[in-house]
């Protein structure tokens, strides 16, 4: 079992990747499995929660799992041009707690620790010592000042056009400049780091010759494809 | 022509990423490192375990996000099971079984470490936030039975656990925004701070909450690495070290080549 999954990982990881080159038949194939066996595991492992959390309990005697179940089963009613509006009901529940939920918590853990985080003094114990950090807590009050102008829309032509207020936006561009710039940093570092794990999967010692006869196999698809189709299309 | 030289200019950029990173895997160069202050903070969080610690491990990385924080994982699950920490494993996102799986193989349980007495495995649990907050109140009120169909009250270690309070470290390797949750719904009203791990897309997004929020944070495969050597058993995260480090030199130098022909066309132009 072991090697066909072996197999069959590596010919995905590679057919997939022949997309650089040109789209072919093993790419689409390989679209269409992801597609359908993610479909499949997300179905399994729904089925799987409700199964454990709500439908064992309510069998056993714990009666108050019946009214997610019907909020649940309301839900279906989305398909019925008729019954359509009873749907609302579910999705006012599901939107209500969930709002609750964010709004006891957010002002708190977004809001007001962040903001007592960000305006720290920055000469006081225990940043004083260490100039590094006196340095960065003075930049992140100087950038927030800076981004928050930036976003300040209203007030009098006179107040928008202050030199102060334009020195601030200039500079608030070039902050979020470097933060975006950050951010796609970020991202190639994540990506290369999906790149290098399926690397080492196809070049470990038990891979490799897989690994081999299924790029040979990919390159003569890729090869093959456009004199097949010049082909077809003649006839 | 200049689409066919875009188009084979795609393919060339990556043939060369491709080439330096397999390069590096299949002979190691053995790059110099330097421990970040960030993973020595984590890694005195976890080692400051007391034995018999009880820790929640939230497996809540897609499966995309997993191979980045693999190496992080498994080096925390080792230090975790070589602190005598108990563990319990449980996810906030679907594809945590199928990374349970791969994960406790790549950590290796040490001898003598039992299932339901040392560590469980709770399975997914659906709801996001809503799904934190029911499993921080009440465990026991939430599930009756572990992933495999156990019932919670024949596994041990779940008889000590009750609610999020029973804790001593809490710990989420993220792919996505649910350590945010994580610090909606634990950090705020239950007033424990949790540790957390995620990719480097989400770094900017959870970095500003650390460390008045989050208790540690971990957000490069770099520190995988790091993280390793600190608790000196080499694994895939020193083995790719070499070759993401040389990737991005690759790409950097892309970069600078690109814009400074970028610059000449707009001047010309």
Redesign the interface.
């Known amino acids: 079992m072991d090697v066909v999954a072996l197999w069959i990982s590596t010919a995905l990881t590679i057919f997939t990747v022949s997309l650089?080159?040109k789209e072919t038949p093993l790419y689409r194939f390989a679209q269409h499995v992801f597609m359908g066996s993610a479909m499949g595991?997300?179905i399994v492992?729904?089925v799987?929660?409700v199964s454990?959390?709500a439908w064992?309990?309510m069998t056993?005697g714990e009666a108050i799992w019946i009214i997610p179940f019907i909020l649940g089963l309301m839900f279906y009613t989305k398909f019925s041009k008729k019954y359509f509006w009873v749907s609302r009901y579910p999705t006012a529940v599901l939107v209500s707690?969930?709002v609750a939920?964010?709004m006891?918590?957010?002002v708190?853990?977004?809001f007001l620790?962040?903001i007592?985080?960000t305006f720290l003094n920055p000469l006081a114990p225990p940043y004083v010592g260490s100039p590094q950090l006196v340095i960065n807590n003075i930049l992140v009050i100087v950038i927030v000042i800076c981004t928050l102008s930036y976003f300040l829309f209203s007030g009098e032509k006179t107040w928008q056009r202050n030199p102060v207020m334009v020195l601030l936006r200039k500079a608030a561009i070039y902050f979020m400049m470097f933060?975006f710039g950050?951010?796609f940093?970020?991202?190639?570092?994540?990506r290369?780091?999906?790149?290098?794990?399926?690397?080492?999967y196809l070049?470990a010692s038990e891979a490799r010759s897989i690994t081999s006869i299924i790029i040979i196999f990919t390159a003569l698809v890729l090869v093959g494809q456009g004199p097949l189709e010049r082909m077809w299309k003649r006839r | 022509m200049s689409e066919r030289v875009e188009h084979y200019g795609?393919?060339v950029l990556?043939l060369l990423?491709?080439v330096a990173?397999?390069f590096p895997?299949?002979n190691p160069i053995g790059l110099p490192m330097v421990v970040s202050e960030d993973t020595e903070t984590y890694y005195k969080l976890v080692d400051s375990l007391k034995p018999g610690g009880i820790v929640h491990y939230g497996i809540d990385p897609e499966i995309?996000?997993f191979?980045?924080l693999?190496s992080r994982m498994i080096a925390i699950g080792r230090h975790l099971f070589a602190k005598d920490a108990r563990i319990v494993f449980v996810g906030f996102d679907?594809n945590a079984?199928?990374i349970y799986k791969m994960l406790i193989e790549d950590i290796g349980v040490p001898k003598g470490k039992v299932y339901g007495v040392d560590y469980v495995f709770l399975?997914?649990?659906?709801g996001l936030?809503?799904g934190i907050?029911s499993y921080a109140k009440d465990i026991h009120a939430?599930?009756?039975?572990d992933?495999f169909?156990t019932p919670l009250k024949d596994l041990p270690l779940m008889n000590e656990v009750k609610d999020i309070k029973d804790f001593s470290l809490i710990m989420s390797f993220s792919s996505h925004g649910l350590p945010?949750n994580y610090?909606?719904?634990i950090?705020?009203?239950y007033h424990i701070k949790v540790a957390v791990c995620v990719?480097?897309?989400?770094?900017?997004t959870v970095k500003?909450?650390y460390p008045?929020?989050i208790i540690g944070f971990l957000?490069?495969?770099r520190m995988g690495a790091e993280y390793e050597l600190l608790i000196r058993k080499p694994g895939?995260g020193i083995?790719?070290f070499d070759?993401?480090t040389i990737?991005?030199a690759v790409?950097l130098v892309f970069i600078v080549v690109g814009n400074l022909t970028e610059l000449k066309r707009a001047k010309k132009r």
């Open positions: 650089i080159f595991y997300g492992m729904a799987k929660a454990d959390i064992n309990p056993k707690t969930g939920l964010t006891r918590a957010v708190r853990s977004s620790a962040q007592s985080s933060a950050a951010g940093a970020s991202t190639v570092v994540s290369i780091a999906l790149w290098v794990g399926r690397t080492r070049l | 795609t393919i990556y990423v491709a990173i397999a895997i299949l995309g996000g191979e980045e693999r679907p079984p199928g399975g997914y649990i659906p936030e809503i907050a939430l599930l009756s039975v992933y169909g945010l610090v909606e719904q950090s705020v009203p990719i480097g897309v989400m770094a900017p500003p909450y008045d929020q957000s490069t495969p895939i083995a790719d070759a993401q990737a991005h790409l």
